[in-house]
């Protein structure tokens, strides 16, 4: 029974997050990262629904989660996460060329690697 409860007691110590500040991405993480943005853009002008791209992507990042953060690309937290997918979002709202989205995503997740809000 000591040995449940302690199993227990670790399980629910990894899952609560730790007081540590967000995950703050490397140079090399934004600009591969924005290189994902302007592919999510050419997908769009190729015809990818937005449904099944946003799907893939949500499916994606929950597969990745069974790894350790510091073996994960880019997505790391809850916050890298969120931010992933509300970039692919704004992909498919505003219909601006490739590279228009994948600078101004760099020029978002660079602030976020400074620690500035987005």
């Known amino acids: 029974m000591k040995l449940v409860s302690c199993i227990s007691s670790a399980l629910i110590a990894a899952c609560v997050p730790l007081a540590a500040s967000a995950h703050q991405p490397s140079y090399t993480e934004c600009l591969e990262a924005s290189d994902f943005i302007g592919n999510a853009a050419r997908s769009r002008d190729n015809g990818m629904p937005r449904a099944d791209f946003i799907g893939r992507l949500k499916g994606d990042i929950q597969a990745i989660q069974a790894y350790p953060a510091h073996l994960r690309w880019f997505v790391q937290d809850a916050d890298d996460a969120e931010f992933l997918i509300d970039e692919a979002e704004a ?16 020029k978002r997740c660079t602030a976020r690697m400074d620690g500035r809000p987005t």
């Open 91 to 106: 992909v498919f709202e505003t219909h601006a060329q490739p590279e228009s989205h994948q600078a101004q995503f760099f």
